[in-house]
Protein backbone atom coordinates (compact mmCIF):
# COMPACT_ATOMS: atom_id res chain seq x y z
CA UNK A 1 0.00 0.00 0.00
CA UNK A 2 1.58 3.21 -1.40
CA UNK A 3 1.79 6.12 1.12
CA UNK A 4 3.65 9.21 1.94
CA UNK A 5 5.49 8.72 5.05
CA UNK A 6 5.63 11.02 7.89
CA UNK A 7 8.69 11.76 10.87
CA UNK A 8 8.05 12.25 13.41
CA UNK A 9 4.03 12.06 14.30
CA UNK A 10 4.62 14.09 17.62
CA UNK A 11 7.64 16.32 19.03
CA UNK A 12 7.45 18.44 21.68
CA UNK A 13 10.67 21.10 21.98
CA UNK A 14 11.65 23.97 23.73
CA UNK A 15 11.80 27.33 21.76
CA UNK A 16 15.41 27.81 20.41
CA UNK A 17 15.79 23.71 19.86
CA UNK A 18 16.64 22.72 15.98
CA UNK A 19 13.36 20.28 14.52
CA UNK A 20 13.82 18.53 11.65
CA UNK A 21 11.09 16.53 10.02
CA UNK A 22 11.09 13.78 7.63
CA UNK A 23 9.11 12.98 4.81
CA UNK A 24 9.38 9.74 2.25
CA UNK A 25 7.27 10.75 -0.89
CA UNK A 26 5.19 7.35 -2.62
CA UNK A 27 8.32 5.46 -4.47
CA UNK A 28 8.54 7.38 -7.98
CA UNK A 29 6.73 10.52 -7.46
CA UNK A 30 8.98 13.18 -8.08
CA UNK A 31 7.10 16.21 -7.10
CA UNK A 32 7.17 17.23 -3.15
CA UNK A 33 5.17 19.63 -1.23
CA UNK A 34 5.24 20.87 2.48
CA UNK A 35 2.48 22.55 4.05
CA UNK A 36 1.81 24.15 7.45
CA UNK A 37 -1.91 23.77 9.09
CA UNK A 38 -2.96 25.75 11.86
CA UNK A 39 -6.01 27.03 13.38
CA UNK A 40 -5.72 30.26 12.21
CA UNK A 41 -4.03 30.31 8.93
CA UNK A 42 -5.31 26.99 7.45
CA UNK A 43 -3.09 25.20 5.26
CA UNK A 44 -0.18 27.26 3.75
CA UNK A 45 2.36 26.39 1.27
CA UNK A 46 5.88 26.25 2.60
CA UNK A 47 7.98 24.96 -0.03
CA UNK A 48 7.20 22.85 -3.80
CA UNK A 49 9.73 20.94 -4.78
CA UNK A 50 10.14 18.43 -8.52
CA UNK A 51 12.74 16.26 -9.37
CA UNK A 52 14.54 17.15 -6.04
CA UNK A 53 14.93 21.19 -7.12
CA UNK A 54 12.94 23.54 -5.28
CA UNK A 55 10.97 25.83 -7.35
CA UNK A 56 9.03 27.39 -4.67
CA UNK A 57 9.88 28.30 -1.44
CA UNK A 58 8.31 31.37 -0.93
CA UNK A 59 5.97 30.90 1.88
CA UNK A 60 8.68 29.40 3.89
CA UNK A 61 10.72 31.96 6.59
CA UNK A 62 14.40 31.57 5.10
CA UNK A 63 15.71 32.94 8.09
CA UNK A 64 15.12 30.00 10.40
CA UNK A 65 13.56 27.46 8.09
CA UNK A 66 14.92 24.86 5.32
CA UNK A 67 13.84 22.16 3.45
CA UNK A 68 16.30 20.14 1.21
CA UNK A 69 15.60 16.77 -1.10
CA UNK A 70 18.97 14.95 -0.19
CA UNK A 71 17.30 12.43 -2.79
CA UNK A 72 14.17 10.79 -4.18
CA UNK A 73 13.04 9.19 -1.42
CA UNK A 74 13.49 11.87 1.16
CA UNK A 75 12.52 15.15 1.74
CA UNK A 76 13.47 17.28 5.09
CA UNK A 77 12.00 20.77 6.97
CA UNK A 78 14.07 21.64 9.51
CA UNK A 79 13.81 24.49 11.95
CA UNK A 80 16.56 25.99 13.84
CA UNK A 81 15.65 27.90 15.91
CA UNK A 82 12.22 26.83 16.55
CA UNK A 83 9.85 29.31 18.27
CA UNK A 84 6.71 28.91 20.00
CA UNK A 85 4.47 30.25 16.76
CA UNK A 86 5.83 27.26 14.57
CA UNK A 87 3.46 25.18 16.80
CA UNK A 88 1.63 23.55 13.69
CA UNK A 89 0.47 20.53 11.37
CA UNK A 90 2.96 19.87 8.83
CA UNK A 91 2.23 17.97 6.25
CA UNK A 92 4.46 16.76 3.26
CA UNK A 93 2.65 15.87 -0.07
CA UNK A 94 3.77 13.72 -3.03
CA UNK A 95 2.51 13.30 -6.41
CA UNK A 96 3.59 13.21 -10.16
CA UNK A 97 4.20 16.18 -11.87
CA UNK A 98 1.97 15.63 -14.38
CA UNK A 99 -0.50 14.72 -12.20
CA UNK A 100 -0.03 17.31 -9.64
CA UNK A 101 -2.97 20.14 -11.17
CA UNK A 102 -5.38 17.34 -11.67
CA UNK A 103 -5.45 16.79 -7.76
CA UNK A 104 -3.35 13.74 -7.86
CA UNK A 105 -1.94 14.55 -4.44
CA UNK A 106 -1.08 12.24 -1.80
CA UNK A 107 -0.51 13.72 1.80
CA UNK A 108 0.89 12.01 4.73
CA UNK A 109 -0.32 12.18 8.17
CA UNK A 110 1.56 15.06 9.17
CA UNK A 111 3.83 16.10 11.70
CA UNK A 112 2.57 17.93 15.25
CA UNK A 113 4.81 20.07 16.05
CA UNK A 114 4.61 21.58 19.94
CA UNK A 115 7.52 24.36 20.96
CA UNK A 116 7.35 25.46 23.91
CA UNK B 1 -3.32 33.66 -9.75
CA UNK B 2 -6.35 31.58 -7.98
CA UNK B 3 -8.05 31.98 -4.68
CA UNK B 4 -10.70 29.64 -2.94
CA UNK B 5 -13.29 31.02 -0.62
CA UNK B 6 -14.93 29.30 1.59
CA UNK B 7 -17.17 31.05 3.53
CA UNK B 8 -18.18 28.18 6.81
CA UNK B 9 -15.66 27.71 8.55
CA UNK B 10 -18.03 25.28 10.72
CA UNK B 11 -21.18 23.14 9.70
CA UNK B 12 -23.29 21.54 12.20
CA UNK B 13 -25.89 19.36 10.92
CA UNK B 14 -27.80 16.19 12.06
CA UNK B 15 -27.35 12.91 10.83
CA UNK B 16 -28.83 12.32 7.41
CA UNK B 17 -29.87 15.59 7.20
CA UNK B 18 -28.15 17.14 3.53
CA UNK B 19 -25.45 19.34 3.49
CA UNK B 20 -24.29 22.14 1.39
CA UNK B 21 -20.26 23.13 1.79
CA UNK B 22 -20.08 26.56 0.05
CA UNK B 23 -16.44 26.99 -1.98
CA UNK B 24 -15.97 30.10 -4.46
CA UNK B 25 -12.97 30.74 -5.91
CA UNK B 26 -11.80 33.88 -8.40
CA UNK B 27 -9.05 33.21 -11.30
CA UNK B 28 -8.51 34.93 -14.77
CA UNK B 29 -7.66 31.68 -16.33
CA UNK B 30 -9.90 28.42 -16.63
CA UNK B 31 -9.09 26.56 -13.22
CA UNK B 32 -9.44 23.08 -12.14
CA UNK B 33 -11.37 22.26 -8.97
CA UNK B 34 -11.24 20.11 -6.44
CA UNK B 35 -12.75 18.82 -2.93
CA UNK B 36 -10.08 17.20 -0.92
CA UNK B 37 -11.46 15.45 3.00
CA UNK B 38 -9.40 15.71 6.13
CA UNK B 39 -10.56 12.93 8.91
CA UNK B 40 -9.31 13.74 12.40
CA UNK B 41 -5.95 13.11 12.52
CA UNK B 42 -5.15 12.13 8.59
CA UNK B 43 -3.63 14.09 5.87
CA UNK B 44 -5.91 15.46 2.93
CA UNK B 45 -7.43 12.90 0.52
CA UNK B 46 -9.10 14.01 -2.86
CA UNK B 47 -12.53 13.68 -2.40
CA UNK B 48 -13.62 14.52 -5.91
CA UNK B 49 -12.93 16.95 -9.12
CA UNK B 50 -13.91 19.28 -11.98
CA UNK B 51 -11.50 19.20 -14.97
CA UNK B 52 -13.74 19.63 -17.52
CA UNK B 53 -17.05 18.61 -19.23
CA UNK B 54 -19.98 17.88 -17.05
CA UNK B 55 -20.58 20.15 -14.38
CA UNK B 56 -21.71 18.03 -11.74
CA UNK B 57 -18.72 15.42 -10.51
CA UNK B 58 -19.60 12.90 -7.65
CA UNK B 59 -17.15 10.57 -5.56
CA UNK B 60 -18.07 7.15 -4.48
CA UNK B 61 -19.58 7.93 -0.76
CA UNK B 62 -22.25 10.16 -2.15
CA UNK B 63 -20.89 13.56 -2.81
CA UNK B 64 -20.94 15.79 -5.17
CA UNK B 65 -20.48 19.34 -6.59
CA UNK B 66 -21.55 21.52 -9.07
CA UNK B 67 -19.29 24.05 -11.18
CA UNK B 68 -21.01 26.91 -12.05
CA UNK B 69 -18.70 29.15 -13.91
CA UNK B 70 -21.30 32.03 -13.81
CA UNK B 71 -21.57 31.83 -9.94
CA UNK B 72 -17.59 31.19 -9.74
CA UNK B 73 -18.69 28.50 -7.29
CA UNK B 74 -18.05 24.70 -6.56
CA UNK B 75 -20.36 23.85 -3.58
CA UNK B 76 -20.35 20.42 -2.53
CA UNK B 77 -23.77 18.60 -1.05
CA UNK B 78 -24.54 15.61 -0.34
CA UNK B 79 -28.24 14.75 0.22
CA UNK B 80 -28.09 12.35 3.45
CA UNK B 81 -25.05 12.80 6.03
CA UNK B 82 -23.15 10.30 7.92
CA UNK B 83 -21.71 10.31 10.96
CA UNK B 84 -18.79 9.40 9.56
CA UNK B 85 -18.74 11.99 7.20
CA UNK B 86 -17.12 14.11 10.18
CA UNK B 87 -14.38 16.17 9.08
CA UNK B 88 -12.79 19.13 7.53
CA UNK B 89 -13.18 19.77 3.79
CA UNK B 90 -11.42 21.64 1.34
CA UNK B 91 -11.74 23.04 -1.81
CA UNK B 92 -9.03 24.27 -3.91
CA UNK B 93 -8.35 24.81 -7.05
CA UNK B 94 -5.30 25.00 -9.61
CA UNK B 95 -4.74 26.89 -13.25
CA UNK B 96 -4.69 24.01 -15.70
CA UNK B 97 -1.49 24.04 -16.70
CA UNK B 98 -1.33 22.22 -13.26
CA UNK B 99 0.35 25.21 -11.54
CA UNK B 100 -0.89 27.62 -8.28
CA UNK B 101 -2.23 24.89 -6.53
CA UNK B 102 -4.26 26.91 -4.10
CA UNK B 103 -6.55 25.68 -1.33
CA UNK B 104 -9.10 27.44 0.50
CA UNK B 105 -9.26 27.60 4.24
CA UNK B 106 -11.48 24.44 5.23
CA UNK B 107 -14.98 24.08 6.12
CA UNK B 108 -15.58 21.73 9.48
CA UNK B 109 -18.47 19.86 9.06
CA UNK B 110 -19.99 18.16 12.22
CA UNK B 111 -22.29 15.35 12.09
CA UNK B 112 -24.30 15.20 14.97
CA UNK B 113 -26.43 11.91 16.45
Redesign the interface.
Known amino acids: DAR?TQTPRHKVTEMGQEVTMRCQPILGHNTVFWYRQTMMQ??E?LAYFRNRAPLDDSGMPKDRFSAEMPDATLATLKIQPSEPRDSAVY?C?SGL??Q??????F????SRLTVL | AQSVTQLDSQVPVFEEAPVELRCNYSSSVSV?L?WYVQYP??????LL?Y?SGSTLVESINGFEAEFNKSQTSFHLRKPSVHISDTAEY?C?A??????N?V????TRLSVLP
Not at chain 1, 100 to 105: A, F, K, P
Not at chain 1, 107 to 110: L, R
Not at chain 2, 94 to 99: A, T, V
Open positions: VGLLFASAVGTGELFGEG | YFNQGLQLKLFASDNYGQFFGPG
